[in-house]
């Protein structure tokens, strides 16, 4: 038997089981009444995947608890966040709008799972593989928030440099790129991007501005160490005004589609460059004119170049 201690997917599966077999289903009975898959219902079981919010919400409905193990499932869902990231994880689940403002990096709700681990390589290169995969799958989970019937309008602002900053390398923007071409096309998603012409914005660093179900609106922002909600008049006031300014110097939703997808292709283009055109290379020049070249610099020793293990 192992001493690890239970992580909250074992946990929370470990509670499914109970009251599966405390009723004398086999996991193929629950998953018909789930509406899913055996397997699945096996892996939430033994804990190897944490459920997702609807499948904790039809279990709710099957056994008839009033919300038990959709509070249970978020709570896991949280575990290992910092206690001072929770609050604002649970504004981001409830709120109606979310006006994201990021000028480095691709917002994490919008980000893919290799762009997060490069990260989060980055940000903490003495965690271990392991580590990392958890805080990505963390990461990825925010996503669920579309996945409800009434999701929350994300708008955001991003900055021509968090295109251009190559996190992961260039395969990974390219991807991280195309992704943010399909989220564009949600109804409830938009994307603009500040674009170096565009000179200095309104604010330099990334904040959130979210609206409450009720109307009224808070600021997220984050220091080096945590974050913080503020949710007084005179501050939200002002961030509103800045983030007003951002999306009114951003451009336009096509405008931004149209260079991302050009900041797509040139990252495409590092693994195969252009050739060079012809009249420019010195190998295409007639035999004189490669001569008269020759003569208007010093004389260089032409190397043949060995091809690559594998070309």
Not at 92 to 95: D, G, H, K, N, T
Not at 105 to 121: C, D, F, K, S, W
Not at 154 to 159: G, P
């Given at each position: 038997?192992s001493?690890?201690?239970e992580?909250?997917?074992?946990?929370?599966?470990?509670?499914?089981?109970?009251?599966?077999?405390?009723?004398g289903?086999?996991?193929?009975?629950?998953?018909?009444?789930?509406c899913?898959?055996?397997?699945?219902?096996?892996?939430v079981?033994?804990?190897q995947?944490?459920?997702?919010?609807?499948?904790?919400e039809?279990?709710?409905?099957?056994?008839?608890?009033?919300?038990?193990?959709?509070?249970?499932?978020?709570?896991a869902?949280?575990?290992?966040?910092?206690l001072w990231?929770?609050?604002?994880?649970?504004l981001?689940?409830?709120?109606s709008?979310?006006?994201?403002?990021?000028?480095?990096?691709?917002?994490?709700?919008?980000?893919?799972?290799?762009?997060?681990?490069?990260?989060?390589?980055s940000?903490?290169?003495?965690?271990?593989?392991?580590?990392?995969?958890?805080?990505?799958?963390?990461?990825m989970?925010?996503?669920e928030?579309?996945?409800?019937?009434?999701?929350?309008s994300?708008?955001?602002?991003?900055?021509e440099?968090?295109?251009?900053?190559?996190?992961?390398?260039?395969?990974?923007?390219r991807?991280?790129l195309?992704?943010?071409?399909?989220?564009?096309?949600?109804?409830?998603?938009?994307?603009?991007?500040?674009?170096?012409?565009?000179g200095?914005p309104?604010?330099?660093?990334?904040?959130?501005?979210?609206?409450?179900?009720?109307?009224t609106?808070?600021?997220?922002?984050?220091?080096?160490?945590?974050?913080?909600?503020?949710?007084s008049?005179?501050?939200v006031?002002?961030?509103?005004?800045?983030?007003?300014?951002l999306?009114?110097?951003?451009l336009?939703?096509?405008?931004s589609?149209?260079l991302?997808?050009?900041?797509?292709?040139?990252?495409?283009?590092?693994?195969?460059?252009?050739?060079?055109?012809?009249?420019?290379?010195?190998?295409q020049?007639?035999?004189?004119?490669?001569?008269?070249?020759?003569?208007?610099?010093?004389?260089?020793?032409s190397?043949?170049?060995?091809?690559?293990?594998?070309?």
């Open positions: 038997m001493d690890a201690p992580s909250p997917a074992e946990a929370f599966g470990n509670e499914i089981k109970c009251a599966r077999e405390a009723r289903w086999s996991q193929t009975v629950l998953a018909e009444k789930l899913c898959q055996q397997p699945y219902v096996s892996k079981e033994r804990g995947q944490l459920a997702s919010a609807p499948f904790a039809q279990c709710d409905k099957v056994f008839g608890t009033p919300g038990t193990y959709a509070r249970m499932r978020q709570r869902a949280d575990a290992g966040n910092p990231f929770i609050p604002y994880l649970q981001e689940r409830e709120a709008a979310i006006c994201d403002y990021s000028p480095t990096l691709v917002a994490g709700i919008l980000q893919t799972p290799r762009y997060a681990e490069a990260v989060y390589r940000a903490r290169p003495e965690d271990t593989t392991d580590q990392i995969k958890a805080q990505v799958e963390k990461r989970r925010r996503r928030v579309f996945d409800t019937l009434t999701p929350p994300l708008w955001v602002v991003l900055h440099s968090a295109l251009r900053t190559e996190v992961g390398g260039a395969d990974v923007m991807e991280q195309q992704h943010l071409v399909a989220a564009s096309e949600s109804p409830h998603i938009t994307i603009q991007v500040f674009p170096f012409s565009a200095s309104a604010r330099a660093t990334p904040f959130k501005v979210l609206t409450r179900q009720d109307g609106e808070v600021l997220y922002e984050e220091t080096y160490e945590r974050g913080q909600v503020d949710d008049a005179e501050v006031t002002a961030a509103r005004a800045a983030y007003d300014r999306r009114a110097d951003a336009s939703r096509e405008e589609l149209a991302i997808q050009r900041a797509m292709k040139e990252y495409a283009h590092e693994h195969h460059p252009r050739p060079l055109r012809r009249g420019v290379d010195q190998e020049l007639q035999p004189g004119e490669r001569r008269r070249l020759h003569r208007m610099g010093p004389r260089l020793r190397v043949r170049r060995r091809p690559r293990p594998g070309q």
